[in-house]
Nanobody, 127 residues
Framework: QVQLVESGGGVVQAGGSLRLSCAAS????????MGWFRQAPGKEREFVAA????????YYADFVKGRFTISRDTAKNTVYLQMNSVKPEDTAIYYC????????????????????WGQGTQVTVSS
């Protein structure tokens, strides 16, 4: 079994910062990538960022490049999303996801490629 638990969401003013965390437990030996997705009301879930678990490599959606940073602490089995210069349009539920099979190529950007999901954490950016 795999459990992903997100934390760190909340209300922040536009231009501010927030750091999300996602702690993984269970089958942590089979993590290839960890990703962050988000879903705003009435919209589909969309890719935000992903990171290679045992190596180098980070991937970002264009709309967060230069503002958000994904990182991980393999000793703690935790992935982070540092969100800077947030905008009202960043308001959404943020989910972390675990890839346990080894996604390749553009599959990293598709939610159906990931095997396990957290429950999500709400981020609200006020203007």
């Amino acid at each position: 079994q795999v459990q992903l638990v997100e934390s760190g969401g909340g209300v922040v003013q536009a231009g501010g910062s927030l750091r999300l965390s996602c702690a993984a437990s269970g089958r942590t030996f089979s993590i290839y990538h960890m990703g962050w997705f988000r879903q705003a009301p009435g919209k589909e879930r969309e890719f935000v960022a992903a990171i290679v678990w045992s190596g180098t490599g980070t991937y970002y959606a264009d709309f967060v490049k230069g503002r958000f940073t994904i990182s991980r602490d393999t000793a703690k089995n935790t992935v982070y999303l540092q969100m800077n210069s947030v905008k009202p349009e960043d308001t959404a539920i943020y989910y972390c996801a675990q890839d346990s099979r080894g996604i390749i190529g553009t599959g990293l950007y598709r939610s159906r490629s990931y095997d396990y999901w957290g429950q999500g954490t709400q981020v609200t950016v006020s203007s």
